[in-house]
């Protein structure tokens, strides 16, 4: 069946750097835009940044604009997230999800695919 599988969460430093990772499995990633989400405990679930499929095209939510970088490997299917300069805002469940409609990705809707999410801790 199809599915996404994140990887990379971890526990880091204030001020470090993380690589997620967002595969796919049993579907090929190239025709989808490709969101990132976070949930931290007591907290709504929040777009991040998400990549459109057709052009590139970019978003960021203001609270990680400069910070996180998302690209798109298609040759691989996999798409990434890199986190630079975490903060202790930063830590929660990150998930990927997947968008076949070629709408502007940034408006987070028909999400068709989701992973089931990877962890990041940003502690001292």
């Known amino acids: 069946q199809e599915r996404l599988v994140e990887s990379g969460g971890d526990l880091v430093q204030p001020g470090g750097s993380l690589r997620l990772s967002c595969t796919a499995f049993e579907f090929t990633l190239r025709p989808y835009a490709v969101s990132w989400f976070r949930q931290a405990p007591g907290k709504e679930r929040e777009g991040v940044s998400c990549?459109?499929?057709?052009?590139?095209?970019?978003y960021y939510a203001d609270s990680v604009k400069g910070r996180f970088t998302i690209s798109k490997d298609d040759a691989k299917n996999t798409a990434y997230l890199q986190m630079n300069n975490l903060k202790p805002d930063d830590p929660a469940v990150y998930y990927c999800?997947?968008?076949?409609?070629?709408?502007?990705?940034?408006?987070?809707?028909?999400?068709?695919?989701w992973g089931r999410g990877t962890p990041v801790t940003v502690s001292s």
């Open positions: 990549i459109g499929a057709k052009d590139g095209r970019t």
């Open positions: 999800a997947a968008d076949p409609t070629r709408l502007p990705c940034e408006r987070f809707e028909h999400l068709e695919i």
